[in-house]
């Protein structure tokens, strides 16, 4: 399971990951935005992309990729624009367990994880007790942000 969470204006934006064959992933519909500052919502967008997983989409040659699905919502005309302010961070869940890190842009403008942000989860951890850690994460990181 691979879930993008981004951060911009005090919206968080969470698009459904499509996965392409064997591991290159898509926001792909439905999206959902939420304001940071209503962790009831927050709490349910984070717990119903999760649950949504990653739905197969077609394999696309990079040139062929439709711009960010993100962008409507955010009502930005690109993802240069969408990035700027944004904060982003990755849930994943590889064999049973979570893993929630947060990304930095690197040089090369590609995100990648941040070695000193990265909450680890023991096996057995609920996607309950998940969703809670990243609807504080995002509060605090929203509080800071403004």
């Known amino acids: 399971m691979y879930c993008d969470v981004c951060l911009r204006n ?3 934006y969470l698009p459904t990951m499509g996965k ?6 898509r926001g792909v519909e439905p999206v959902a935005a939420v304001a940071a500052s209503n962790p009831n919502a927050l709490r349910q967008a984070l717990a119903d992309t999760i649950a949504r997983g990653n739905p197969e ?3 696309l040659r990079r040139r062929e990729w439709p711009p960010p699905v993100v962008l409507k919502y955010a009502a930005v005309k690109s993802w240069s624009a969408f990035e700027r302010g944004m904060r982003l961070w990755r849930i ?3 064999n049973g367990n979570f ?7 690197q040089p090369d403008r590609m995100w990648r994880d941040d070695p000193d942000q990265i909450v680890s989860f023991p096996p057995g ?18 509080r800071k942000l403004s």
Request: cysteine-free; proline content about 2%; aromatic content about 4%.
């Open 10 to 12: 005090g919206t968080v």
């Open 20 to 25: 392409m064959g064997k591991g290159f992933y």
């Open 57 to 59: 989409v077609p394999v």
């Open 92 to 94: 994943t869940r590889k």
């Open 99 to 105: 893993e929630i890190s947060e990304q930095k842009k």
């Open 125 to 142: 951890t609920s996607t309950d007790e998940v969703v809670d850690r990243m609807v504080a994460i995002l509060q605090e990181a929203a």
